[in-house]
């Protein structure tokens, strides 16, 4: 027990002191939430002694210690214990400690760190996030005990993890015009597109590799068809303002020639399309238009179309591109009505369940076997984008004309009230995402000009990116642990080093 | 019942009670009394006055209660039984035993008194009786008075004293004219009845009671009149004086020297105002001192006292307001900014919303007429057409996105150029102005313009475009004053004319004036028409806002009085039962107007929200407001060139 000498003491109170806040390597860039935080510094040598006393001595000798480094006074003091599920250096010793009641989550974070290197002299200081009860904790200690009603005379479990915040921010990659959608489904590449009409394939998001040619208008969503596979031939599909949607396939390995044209073009909508989905077995797509319909296609298998050479025809005449690929034209297998609005959003979780999102202030699930609507909840507000996912996939996220995202339950009977309402958002929101592997993180972007992290056990963002100047109006999840947005700015931005175990 | 415990000796009971002691006796001589059996009540006669022994012997106090208590009830019941009843303990009272008849009969000739002796079956004991009582059982059983000095046979005395009085009555018949009417009488009347008839006789009219009364007078009033109009003011009552204040108190109740020292640190409020004092007489006591005082300050009460009494109401000032439904039931309505279209240079003078509400356009007094995407607020077009843009409208078909706009002096119509490929094509030839497209005058004549001002031509104000035909209507050549602004009625063919003050309506089929709202305002800026079609709102110059119903009236329903500016527009939302105002004071106001369809419930009118935001430029605020056609969103125009979406 050499670590409880006198000198480790006064070790720790000159790391503590010399580390300071524990912030990013860019706090220009990334709005920590540890900066938003104004609690002083927690006087930790108080706290290491304090371990010491309470791993060898009762408690008596704890407060006596506590007085001893001058902390507050010691009927306000909640005695803890550290656990977590991360790897072993990042362990800290199970004993239980008394904490002054007052500690925020930045007091209790240098704590853990302390412990950490008291531990292993090694370890790099960082900022740790708690659950309580499987809730983070974002008050004071005191004062989140007090709202929850959990009794401070018990020794209370906190469990910390990583925070979730951006520690970097990489070059934004700039674009000729707004950037209307992004997909980060494959972990090598990132899918733009842009209101000047060409979707954009970005190698590690720092080069951009393939221009996606042919709509006349600006494109509105785009998505990888083969999701999450590295392979090198990409498959995509685009939907436009020109109320069209295109299919591209073409192999990355071969940067020659930089332009591709679509292979197939998909017609039908009378209006805009504003959102395209893919389904999980990748063989069908559906899209969301302005014509307040919902469209299925098929991927594959519609060379049978008999206006196939005279679109090509026509194609080739308009298009200056002049693409040696031939062009077919696909037609919708099955058009699903019902909304009453544009259908600003849909998503496909599962093989045979689409949930649409729609103006008419409606979420709607859809059975895609029948084509009927098998679950329809009014939210009161039009809305713009949907996600589904948490827990078996099965909460929908939805933002749309006012600041707040909302999460639904669908499988709750009887109840359309939202189950998680998340409202740091000073205006509209345009994109919302969750994490592809973790149940309790989305990301939302708004055009107030922020992307925010989400976690559904506490109310309060996560996390905060003010990289963009103008309206965001997409963001998404890219190799689950950074976070890629584009807006009106014309650029698409990078927060990545997003630790989320 | 009524025998008094073995106590034979009472002269008062034997005295007050004689039918009470004669009634146990029995029928027998009074020398031969068998007394054991005698009590049996077998004698029918003894019963009766049993009871009203009884009942007399219960009334008399100085009686000594029985022995038994078992009451008034048949005493054969206690026959078999060992005891006769129960004392006032409860305990049972034993039956004695029985002496036998030769012990009876021995004792009967030993004791030369024993044939006084009767045997009390209730109390199961023997009672002997005096000579007195013998005495009177006796005298009853010979049939007479029980007691002595009684004569059963006085003299009669008569009641009535004949003498000199002589017969009071008589038997002769009753004479016959006792039943016959008078002749002489008859003749009195027959002589009173021709006087009446020739009026002779004439009578007092019946007095007349007065049947007013003052109306306002009552003894209140007059009673008031006699205190010359000073209202009594009753002086405060002084509580009774207690011990203390007497002139010679007791001692306890006199302050010694050092509690009067002590009373002079106490504040002067918490002082007591009356010490105590002792003198030996009343004569010593001296005058109060305070007397003068007093009368002064009572003086000054009444002076100082208001003579009138004033009846004040309490009326709760917000019972006055109407009741109106709280604003969160009336969502949703627009409340905050969310989205800014900002790229015009100069203050936006007009903009229109597309009829699927993607899009909007917008017209600058900088010569552009822009076309923003609603959802993102990108502007996807631009025209530069040379002239400040005073009003520009889309078509309201959904399937042709043609704008109009009124530059300077010339009405311009654009292909907006977005929606379907095929629609855009139809447009592209309905605007071709070298043909003449005859073919797809299909009857469709729904206006493609809704609004057109022109500020040049007096006579010609309102064109009446019909696209497919390519002319103008000129249905009204002749218009009382300036026309102001026109709409068309959502559903008939009708016309809604704003001029100056008035507001006429036209039939379009007919050509001619229909009904004329008079507004009362100073000067008309704006109108527009309920989608019902029955209400009209119009907005001034002098920032009032006028309702009609024209079912109800020519003149304005509700007047609102809202705006310290012009009005610039009102506007009716499609679908959700909203209005709103947009002013030159840089505000819009957004009102709940709901039209009910039954006709007997007037409109609700409520305030809802006051938009602000658009910043002044030139003394000019927000110019134009529209809602959007299927959201709760309103989109206002401001001088300071920016476009703004306000949503719920």
Not at chain 2, 191 to 196: S, T
């Amino acid at each position: 027990m050499d670590i409880f000498s006198s000198p480790l003491a006064v070790r720790l109170e000159r790391t503590v002191t010399a580390t300071g806040p524990h912030i990013l390597q860019n706090p220009n860039q990334i709005n920590s939430p540890f900066e938003t935080l104004p609690k002083p510094l927690f006087p930790l040598p108080a706290a290491a002694a304090s371990t010491a006393a309470s791993s060898s001595s009762p408690p008596s000798d704890t407060a006596a210690a506590m007085d001893a480094g001058g902390a507050s006074d010691p009927s306000r003091q909640v005695r803890v214990r550290f656990v977590t599920k991360l790897p072993a250096p990042l362990r800290a010793p199970p004993t239980s400690i008394a904490v002054p009641a007052d500690l925020t989550r930045m007091g209790l974070s240098e704590i853990v760190n302390s412990l950490l290197l008291a531990a292993s002299p090694g370890h790099q200081t960082q900022p740790f996030d708690f659950l309580v009860d499987g809730e983070l904790v974002r008050l004071p200690l005191q004062e989140f005990l007090l709202a929850k009603g959990i009794s401070a005379e018990r020794v209370l479990e906190l469990e910390y993890v990583k925070a979730v915040a951006p520690r970097k921010q990489e070059d934004p990659c700039p674009h000729d015009d707004w950037v209307s959608t992004v997909d980060g489904s494959n972990p090598s590449f990132v899918l733009t597109g842009c209101y000047d009409g060409f979707a954009r394939i970005w190698r590690d998001a720092s080069e951009c590799t393939h221009i996606l040619e042919g709509h006349s208008d600006g494109i509105t969503s785009a998505s990888f068809i083969n999701k999450g596979e590295t392979e090198d031939r990409l498959h995509v599909v685009t939907s436009s303002k020109d109320r069209s949607l295109r299919l591209f396939k073409f192999d990355t390995s071969v940067s020659i020639p930089k332009q591709i044209g679509a292979y197939k073009i998909l017609r039908g909508h009378t209006s805009s399309v504003q959102s395209v989905a893919v389904d999980p077995s990748t063989d069908m797509i559906c899209s969301g238009s302005w014509d307040s319909s919902i469209k299925l296609w098929s991927v594959e298998g519609s060379e049978e179309d008999g206006d196939t050479v005279s679109v090509k025809k026509r194609r080739t005449n308009s298009d200056s591109s002049g693409t040696e690929e031939s062009q077919f034209e696909g037609s919708a297998t099955s058009t699903f009505l019902g909304h009453t609005q544009c259908v600003s959003a849909v998503a496909w979780p599962e093989r045979q369940t689409i949930y649409s999102a729609s103006w008419d202030h409606s979420v709607r699930q859809w059975d895609v076997q029948t084509g009927k609507e098998t679950w329809n909840m009014v939210s009161g507000k039009a809305l713009n984008c949907l996600d589904c996912g948490g827990e078996s996939s099965s909460l929908i996220a939805a933002g749309g004309s006012d600041p707040v995202l909302r999460v639904w339950d669908p499988r709750k009977p009887g109840t359309l009230a939202p189950i998680f309402q998340f409202s740091s958002h000073k205006s509209w929101i345009s994109s919302c995402k969750w994490h592809p592997s973790s149940w309790f993180h989305l990301v939302s972007s708004s055009f107030d000009g922020k992307v925010m992290l989400w976690d559904l056990r506490t109310a309060w963002p996560l996390a905060s990116v003010e990289t963009h100047k103008d309206k965001v109006l997409c963001a998404d999840w890219w190799k689950g642990d950074s976070v890629i947005s584009g807006g009106a700015d014309s650029k698409l931005c990078i927060a990545s080093g997003i630790e989320i175990v | 019942m009524g025998h008094s415990d073995g106590d034979h000796g009472s002269d008062l009971s034997a005295d007050d009670s004689p039918w009470s002691e004669g009634s146990w006796s029995d029928d027998d001589d009074e020398g031969s009394l068998s007394f054991e059996d005698s009590g049996e009540g077998s004698d029918p006669e003894s019963d009766e006055p049993d009871a009203a022994a009884a009942e007399e012997s219960d009334s008399s106090e100085d009686e000594v209660a029985p022995r038994n208590t078992i009451g008034d009830v048949p005493l054969e019941w206690y026959k078999n039984e060992e005891h006769i009843g129960y004392d006032i303990t409860g305990s049972k009272i034993k039956k004695r035993d029985r002496e036998g008849r030769i012990e009876a009969y021995l004792r009967n000739a030993d004791d030369a008194k024993n044939w006084r002796k009767i045997y009390d079956e209730y109390n199961d004991e023997e009672v002997q009786i005096t000579k007195e009582e013998a005495k009177i059982i006796s005298r009853l059983l010979k049939g007479r008075t029980p007691h002595t000095n009684v004569d059963p046979y006085p003299d009669y005395v008569d009641w009535f004293e004949y003498d000199g009085k002589g017969h009071p009555l008589s038997s002769a018949p009753e004479p016959k004219r006792r039943f016959v009417p008078s002749k002489w009488e008859q003749k009195k009347v027959v002589k009173l009845v021709r006087a009446i008839r020739k009026g002779w006789i004439k009578f007092d009219k019946p007095k007349e009671e007065p049947n007013f009364y003052l109306l306002w007078g009552d003894e209140t009033d007059t009673a008031d009149n006699k205190r010359q109009g000073l209202s009594y003011i009753p002086a405060p009552k002084p509580n009774l004086p207690g011990h203390e204040e007497s002139y010679n108190p007791s001692v306890e109740y006199i302050p010694t020297q050092e509690e009067i020292d002590s009373y002079q640190l106490m504040y002067e409020e918490d002082r007591p105002k009356f010490i105590p004092r002792k003198f030996d007489c009343l004569r010593s006591v001296p005058a109060y001192e305070k007397a003068l005082r007093e009368g002064f300050d009572r003086c000054l009460d009444l002076y100082l006292c208001p003579r009138t009494r004033k009846k004040r109401i309490n009326i709760d000032p917000e019972s006055l307001k109407p009741k109106l439904p709280s604003k969160k039931d009336l969502r949703p309505y627009p409340r905050t900014c969310y989205l800014e279209f900002k790229g015009h240079n100069g203050p936006v003078k007009s903009l229109s919303v597309e009829a699927t509400g993607q899009w909007i356009a917008s017209g600058s007094s900088d010569g552009t007429i822009r076309v923003w995407e609603v959802e993102t607020g990108r502007c996807i077009k631009v025209w530069n057409v040379g002239g400040v843009v005073h009003r520009i409208a889309w078509n309201p078909s959904p399937d042709r996105h043609i704008l109009a706009a009124v530059v300077d002096h010339d009405l311009l119509l654009l292909n907006a150029e977005v929606g379907d490929e095929d629609a855009q094509m139809k447009t592209k030839g309905l605007l071709q102005i070298e043909e003449l497209p005859q073919e797809e005058d299909n009857g469709d004549k729904k206006p493609a313009v809704r609004w057109v001002k022109h500020e040049k031509f007096d006579g010609i104000m309102l064109i009446h475009h019909k696209l497919s035909k390519k002319h103008s209507h000129h249905p009204f050549r002749k218009l009382l004053g300036l026309p102001i602004a026109a709409v068309f009625h959502p559903s008939q063919k009708m016309f809604f004319v704003a001029t100056k003050k008035f507001v006429q309506v036209y039939d379009l089929q007919k050509a001619q004036l229909v009904k004329k709202l008079e507004s009362g305002v100073r000067e008309i800026s704006s109108i527009s028409i309920h989608p019902g079609g029955d209400n009209v709102i119009v907005g001034s110059k002098d920032g009032k806002l006028c309702w009609f119903d024209t079912d109800l009236s020519t003149r304005p329903y509700k007047t609102l009085k809202n705006h310290l500016k012009d009005i610039t527009n009102v506007t009716f939302h499609r679908k959700y039962p909203l209005f709103a105002s947009s002013s030159e004071d840089c505000t819009a106001y957004v009102f709940h107007g709901m039209v009910y369809s039954d006709l007997n419930q007037n409109p609700l009118i409520v305030p809802l929200e006051i938009l602000r935001g658009h910043s002044s430029s030139d003394g000019r605020g927000v110019l134009d407001c529209k809602f959007h056609p299927r959201q709760p969103w309103l989109f206002t125009a401001g001088a300071d060139s920016v476009v703004r979406l306000y949503c719920d």
